[in-house]
């Protein structure tokens, strides 16, 4: 038994310096039954490496130490990488929209730091943007918010990736001023 119990722990060390985690809401939920209310708990938590990738995740159970548990699983298995400019801003301003919810979100020069509201600020903090000016317009609902923001982050494009598709080189799509930094951003 003390044998499992090490592994355990082993595997906890390995995870904690990989990610970090921030909770975003948590809601008291009821399901009414024939005898009477089962309270639980809802989650909602963002995971990210703060090196570009991101993740959100829901769980739902009758404490609120389960609840955060499963939905921080779910966000560990739902993460997606996304290209940042010099690691700490967005390559180009984009939108992203889910159901009601829409979010624009705007490349900033250094020193801005993340403008943006509750739940979006949570995604940028944890994919390691540094500045962002983002505006969430439509749905407050923070599953939506965040929803719409990893829809936007989804649609990221870095230039690497753009003269890929073209089948160009990196210099033949930046303009000319942009063009030294981007050639040393793409050998490193």
């Given at each position: 038994m003390a044998r499992d119990d090490n592994r355990?722990?082993?595997r906890d060390r390995d995870e904690a310096p990989e990610f970090a985690d921030r909770l975003v809401a948590i809601n008291r939920v009821s399901k009414t039954t024939k005898g009477g209310k089962n309270f639980g708990f809802a989650a909602l938590v963002v995971v990210g490496d703060q090196k570009g990738r991101v993740g959100f995740g829901k769980?739902?159970?009758k404490e609120v130490p389960e609840a955060i548990r499963k939905a921080t699983e779910q966000a560990k298995r739902q993460m997606i990488r996304v290209p940042?400019?010099?690691g700490r801003t967005l390559h180009h301003d984009i939108e992203g929209r889910h159901g009601a919810?829409?979010?624009v979100?705007?490349?900033a020069p250094t020193g801005t730091g993340i403008i943006a509201g509750g739940p979006m600020r949570a995604v940028?903090?944890?994919l390691g943007v540094q500045d962002v000016v983002a505006k969430s317009i439509g749905s407050a609902n923070p599953y939506n918010m965040i929803r719409a923001t990893i829809d936007g982050l989804?649609?990221?494009a870095s230039p690497r990736m753009v003269a890929q598709r073209r089948g160009k080189k990196v210099a033949d799509i930046l303009r000319k001023d942009?063009?030294?930094a981007a050639d040393a951003a793409a050998e490193a």
């Open positions: 355990r722990g082993g769980g739902k159970a940042l400019r010099e919810g829409k979010v979100m705007r490349t940028f903090e944890m989804q649609k990221e942009e063009a030294p």
